[in-house]
């Protein structure tokens, strides 16, 4: 517990010391009887990408780094390898597409975890796929596993404006990165630890997406498991994906 203290205590200093920001960094830890997931109502998203702006001011994300892909489909298909990713129309959604949001599917076998020599990524006892950036040495080993790419490795120094800095901060999750690390999305650690939803949720105008426990009998997201025709992507890898997608029908 003292060496925590003292290791978020350097983080907060060292941000000060680079930013001129004051951080509130903590180390919430799991809550009992929780395992979180996610599922996207793929016939609500629309492709405005809020979700992944607004994941980009949660979590002090460098500006060249975003964790959401949001990938326009051609309607049929479902290999995101030939959607657009980068695609920059006026308006969405278009005719005869459909919007496929992808980040880390926080796998309950996650090949990343087996992949990484020193130990510095592991999944929680909530089911969230963290990533220790003290312990990472960079060897982008659990890039090349991840069949997601849902991993970011920093080449330089984060372009992190200092006026836009979100303070409150998590060990684990969102505060500020060095250069020469991989990061990914942590289901908002800072926040869904305390009770709240996912920044990438909260932005959706649509109400597309869904998060929650697992456990939860009564939640929404069980709700969606147990009711409607959903699937994973690549299921067949056996990671197992705590990320659903589903259609209204």
């Not at 949001?70 to 980068?86: K, L, P, T």
């Not at 060990?171 to 990165?177: A, C």
Request: overall charge negative.
């Amino acid at each position: 517990e003292g060496e925590i203290r003292e290791t978020i205590e350097r983080i907060e200093r060292k941000a000060e010391r680079r930013y001129g920001v004051k951080l509130q960094c903590e180390n919430t830890l799991p809550q009992k009887d929780v395992v979180f997931g996610y599922a996207i109502n793929i016939s609500k998203c629309r492709g405005y990408r809020d979700c992944v702006h607004a994941c980009v001011q949660e979590n002090n994300l460098s500006r060249d780094t975003q964790y959401i892909r949001v990938i326009e489909m051609d309607q049929g298909s479902a290999d995101f390898h030939r959607g657009d990713h980068y695609y920059d129309h006026a308006e969405v959604p278009m005719a005869d597409k459909y919007y496929l949001p992808m980040q880390c599917m926080h796998c309950e076998n996650p090949p990343c975890v087996k992949a990484c020599p020193v130990g510095a990524t592991w999944m929680e006892s909530d089911g969230i796929v963290v990533v220790d950036y003290d312990w990472c040495i960079g060897c982008r080993y659990c890039m090349t596993a991840c069949p997601y790419q849902a991993r970011h490795f920093n080449w330089g120094p984060p372009d992190l404006p200092p006026e836009e800095i979100n303070t409150r901060t998590h060990y684990l999750g969102n505060r500020p990165r060095p250069k020469g690390v991989v990061e990914k999305c942590h289901f908002c650690v800072q926040r869904t630890r305390k009770g709240g939803q996912p920044a990438c949720q909260v932005a959706c105008p649509t109400g597309a997406r869904i998060f929650g426990n697992l456990l939860d009998p009564d939640s929404e997201i069980r709700y969606v498991l147990e009711h409607k025709a959903v699937f994973r992507l690549k299921e067949e890898l056996g990671t197992e994906p705590k990320f659903w997608y589903f259609r209204d029908e």
